[in-house]
Each structure stands twice: as C-alpha cells, then as structure tokens.
C-alpha cells in the first residue's frame, strides 16, 4: 500500500520570520499559528514530558508545510535533531486511517516510537527514521474534523495563489 506524504515539517528559531521567508520565497500560506501548544496526553521516548512549542501550518499547493518553534530546553524529538539557535527539516508526515495497524507495521519495520501524543481528538506518533530518511516519520489519523480543517487551510491557500 503506498503512503502519500502530505507534510513537511521544519524546526525554526523564529516562527514569525519563518513565516515570511516561505510565503515570501514560495508563496506559501496563509499560515495558522497555535502558539504555545498542550496536548491532554504527549509522551516522549516513554516519560511523559512535554516540550514548549508553537507551530505554523500552512501550504504551498498539496503539500502541508508545518514550522516548529521550540521554546525551552526541555528534551524533545526536535532536540533530539537540533540544538537550541539550531534549525532545519525535521519530519515527514501521512495520514492513516488505520492508527494502530500503522503503529505496528512501522515499530515492525525497526522503527523506534519517539513521541506518541493524541490532541484534538487525534493520535499521532513519530518515529525515528533518521539513519534512513535523515528525520522522523509522523503517522496522524485522519478523522474527518480533521481533515475538514486541513481542507480548509489548503482551500485559503489556493484561494490567495489564484487571486494573485
């Protein structure tokens, strides 16, 4: 079965000018920012620890383009790749209906869970793939609320490329 990528993920240093170098450069967006984001039920690597992050979605054509700001220090899957004043790519991402069989298949192929958390009604995971694609792999699940969501940010981006 193939997967379809629909995110790319970047760790920033500044949300804010992250946000106008891609829409800038790309024309991506317009972007939606939840600041300072808290999940009722986050684990990293097994503790349940949970690191300050902000994040900006927004896209450019089909693909979701999300940038990571992390806060603090606190350690997290995106320290675990960059250091603070650090920046760059950081995960891929696809949609699954089946969460759990995909958990499974993944953890099946060697892959270790190093973030699993589920906000807004959704479960996500990433998984460390960064020996093979040089970042990790998120799974999310694709309730329909979600997806409406989704559908509406590439609706306002396609809207503003067509208006301009």
Known sequence: MKRVLFQHAYLVTDLEQSIDKWTRVFGAGPFQIVAHHRAPTFHYRGTDSQADVSYAFGYLGELMIQLVQQHDDQASIYRDMYKAGQEGFHH?????????????????????????????????????????????????????????????????????????
Request: charged content about 25%; overall charge negative; proline content about 4%.
């Open 92 to 164: 891929i991402a696809y949609l699954v209906h089946d969460f759990a069989a995909e958990r499974q298949r993944l953890i099946d192929l060697g892959y270790e869970p190093a973030c699993e958390l589920f906000a807004d009604g959704v479960n996500a995971a990433y998984f460390d793939a960064r020996a093979d694609f040089g970042g990790f792999i998120e799974i999310h699940g694709d309730p329909p609320h979600i997806i409406a969501v989704f559908e509406r940010w590439k609706r306002a981006h396609l809207e503003r490329v067509n208006a301009g």
